[in-house]
């Protein structure tokens, strides 16, 4: 299990999302060996968001206050349109990041070590020194969706490097 519970801060995040879109729904994910159980809201243009929950019922909750309505995946999947939204994204990468662009970080040797770390266990390219945030996010996930313990090749040491590297270069918020 990892070592980040929900926050105050997800339970936020949260609530402006569902607060600042249209048609917004919720769908609850079972815990798995690395998190506990998420909630990804999705909105009607198919934008979604991720973030961890303490317990399905309080997802429930979250939904009856929302006024949203709430499903759980392992009965009905994700909807059509957030996977539409991740390929118009694929196709246009740049579409976000030219809307609001997140300045260039200075790295502390801490931070660049975290990197070249994230790097190694995406297998990619090393970024430029003056790499964007919205960059080393995506750095981040890549490097998540390789070393998952859940996914074939996955291991748990690679994982737990790729969460200590985001906490310093603070991205596990």
Do not use: C
């Not at 934008?47 to 009965?75: C, F, Q």
């Amino acid at each position: 299990m990892s070592d980040r519970d929900a926050s105050r801060a997800d339970l936020d995040h949260l609530r402006e999302f569902a607060r600042s879109r249209s048609g917004v729904e919720a769908f609850v994910e079972p815990a798995t060996s690395v998190t506990q159980i998420t909630v990804v809201l999705v909105a009607s243009d198919g934008e979604w968001t991720r973030r961890r929950i303490p317990s399905a019922k309080a997802a429930a909750d979250l939904a009856r206050k929302l006024e949203i309505p709430v499903y759980d995946t392992n009965r009905v999947g994700y909807p059509q349109r957030m996977r539409d939204f991740d390929q118009r994204q694929r196709q246009n990468p740049t579409a976000r990041a030219t809307v609001n662009p997140s300045p260039a970080p200075d790295l502390t040797p801490q931070e660049k070590a975290a990197v070249m770390t994230l790097e190694v266990i995406a297998g990619v390219d090393p970024l430029a020194d003056d790499a964007s945030r919205d960059e080393l996010v995506h750095l981040w996930r890549q490097a998540r969706s390789k070393a998952h313990p859940d996914r074939r090749g996955g291991k748990r040491d690679a994982w737990d490097k790729v969460e200590s590297a985001a906490r310093a270069l603070g991205l596990d918020s």
